[in-house]
């Protein structure tokens, strides 16, 4: 059975826009046209936006997609099993935490007994949560963090050694800090937020954002004009969801995105997206300013 772009959309949902700009850079190319120029997409392109998908679920750039689909040696069977492993581990993970907190409710009403340390069974490491909270909210790549891990621990050492910190004290929020990728009080901000967010809520705020990106790069693919309507909506409604995951001033959401054109790393992420995203957003960012009066 084949479908018609609309049909695929509709059944994967993944937007019409998407799926034209996925066959523009040659991701996922239609099985074949009719004579109205319809794309008509079969099983086998079925399978490979699948494959995409799970890709981008990873966090894996259209590029990087691009490259991993392309290679002589991919095998669907073999990708599909390594999909399965990443998500079982995060089940057994949950599946822990799950029993962690029945086994701490037994121990509160008496029935068991309990190890204070078995409190924190099945809890990712703060650091860990801190690095995917930077990563999910744009403040830095994954390639950054890889690469700051081992300044980190020359700094933990440096300060250990200084007695600043006690061994085993967590530093990173220190070294984003110093660097100037966050400020301490947007991390009070941000663990307040945690602290007073359900984890629905939370995965509500991914999605936004995510979907906003996407919106972002179909608005490039239909040749908009940074200070179109749509553009400069889009702009808004992406400051209300940056605000709601962590808070800030206009001024300050502003700077940011320029901070992110002037950082090749963080650049990247919209250049691996689209490459004429970071031109587009930099333009649309100076439209945005000038319409609430503020400093670029």
Same mark, same amino acid.
């Given at each position: 059975?084949?479908?018609?772009?609309?049909?695929?959309?509709?059944?994967?949902?993944?937007s019409?826009?998407?799926?034209?700009?996925?066959?523009e850079?040659? @991701?996922? &190319?239609?099985?074949?046209r $009719?004579?109205?120029?319809?794309?008509y997409? $079969? =099983?086998?392109?079925?399978?490979?936006?699948?494959?995409?998908?799970?890709? &981008?679920?990873?966090?894996?750039?259209?590029?990087?997609?691009?490259?991993?689909?392309?290679?002589?040696?991919?095998?669907?069977?073999?990708? @599909?099993?390594? %999909?399965?492993s990443?998500?079982?581990?995060?089940?057994?993970?949950?599946?822990?935490?799950?029993?962690?907190?029945?086994?701490?409710?037994?121990? @509160?009403?008496?029935?068991?007994?309990?190890?204070?340390?078995?409190?924190y069974? $099945?809890?990712?490491? !703060?650091?860990?949560?801190?690095?995917q909270?930077?990563?999910?909210? $744009?403040?830095?790549?994954?390639?950054?963090?890889?690469?700051?891990?081992?300044?980190?621990?020359?700094?933990?050492?440096?300060?250990?050694?200084?007695?600043?910190? #006690?061994?085993?004290?967590?530093?990173?929020?220190r070294?984003?800090?110093?660097?100037?990728m966050?400020?301490?009080? #947007?991390?009070?901000?941000?663990?307040?937020?945690?602290?007073?967010?359900?984890?629905? #809520?939370?995965? =509500?705020?991914?999605?936004?954002?995510?979907?906003?990106?996407n919106?972002? *790069?179909?608005?490039?693919?239909?040749?908009? *004009?940074? !200070?179109?309507?749509?553009?400069?909506?889009?702009?808004? %409604?992406?400051?209300d969801?940056?605000?709601?995951?962590?808070?800030?001033?206009?001024?300050?959401? *502003?700077e940011?995105?320029?901070?992110?054109?002037?950082?090749?790393?963080? &650049?990247?992420?919209?250049?691996?997206l689209?490459?004429?995203?970071? !031109?587009? *957003?930099?333009?649309?960012n100076?439209?945005?300013?000038?319409r609430?009066?503020?400093?670029?």
């Amino acid at each position: 059975m084949n479908y018609t772009v609309k049909e695929l959309a509709k059944i994967s949902n993944v937007s019409v826009r998407m799926l034209h700009f996925y066959d523009e850079i040659g @991701l996922l &190319r239609p099985k074949s046209r $009719g004579e109205n120029g319809y794309r008509y997409y $079969g =099983e086998e392109q079925l399978l490979i936006l699948q494959q995409i998908l799970f890709y &981008r679920e990873l966090g894996i750039s259209l590029n990087e997609i691009g490259d991993i689909l392309k290679r002589s040696d991919f095998n669907k069977i073999e990708a @599909l099993k390594n %999909h399965k492993s990443i998500l079982l581990d995060k089940i057994n993970h949950e599946k822990r935490l799950i029993q962690t907190i029945n086994e701490t409710i037994d121990y @509160l009403e008496g029935k068991t007994k309990m190890e204070h340390k078995e409190f924190y069974q $099945g809890f990712v490491r !703060d650091q860990k949560e801190f690095e995917q909270y930077l990563i999910e909210s $744009g403040k830095v790549t994954i390639d950054q963090i890889q690469e700051q891990r081992t300044k980190v621990k020359e700094l933990e050492e440096k300060l250990i050694k200084e007695g600043e910190v #006690e061994e085993g004290e967590y530093v990173f929020e220190r070294y984003m800090i110093q660097n100037g990728m966050i400020t301490q009080e #947007e991390i009070k901000q941000q663990r307040e937020r945690i602290k007073n967010t359900s984890m629905q #809520e939370n995965e =509500e705020l991914k999605d936004k954002a995510k979907e906003m990106q996407n919106e972002l *790069v179909a608005l490039v693919v239909e040749k908009r *004009v940074p !200070d179109s309507v749509e553009t400069q909506n889009l702009l808004d %409604h992406n400051y209300d969801l940056a605000n709601a995951i962590s808070p800030l001033t206009r001024q300050k959401f *502003v700077e940011v995105t320029i901070f992110y054109l002037k950082t090749p790393q963080l &650049r990247k992420v919209w250049d691996d997206l689209h490459p004429d995203l970071a !031109d587009f *957003v930099d333009k649309a960012n100076k439209v945005y300013a000038a319409r609430y009066g503020l400093e670029v």
